[in-house]
């Protein structure tokens, strides 16, 4: 069974860092590309980063550019957003997705996903 678990949200002062974690089950990461997205409330879900499977090529939305780092671990079938620098536009609920197009490159949008986690919560807030 194909499966996305998000880890690691929670509470942090504006300034601070958090790091996501993405467990995967089901299918391998060699595979398969990463995104992880985040929706605010009354708003749109926005791609915020991705990472590929062939070379690990990563893809950052300029809102978070060198301040969010997306990595993985294959062996350990995870995938991580390490986070910096949070602001309170930062507030969400992040999620994970899979794009089940094999060694495409990829990509922000989520139209391009397949494949769910069901969501952590991240807060900037002093």
């Known amino acids: 069974q194909l499966q996305l678990v998000e880890s690691g949200g929670g509470l942090v002062q504006p300034g601070g860092s958090l790091r996501l974690s993405c467990a995967v089950s089901g299918f391998s990461l060699d595979y398969y590309a990463i995104g992880w997205f985040r929706q605010a409330p009354g708003k749109e879900r926005e791609g915020v980063s991705c990472?590929?499977?062939?070379?690990?090529?990563?893809n950052y939305a300029d809102s978070v550019k060198g301040r969010f780092t997306a990595s993985r671990d294959n062996a350990k079938n995870t995938v991580y957003l390490q986070m910096n620098s949070l602001k309170p536009e930062d507030t969400a609920v992040y999620y994970c997705a899979a794009d089940m197009r094999l060694f495409r490159q990829c990509m922000l949008s989520p139209q391009e996903y397949d494949y769910w986690g069901q969501g952590t919560q991240v807060t900037v807030s002093s």
């Open positions: 990472i590929s499977s062939r070379r690990g090529t990563t």
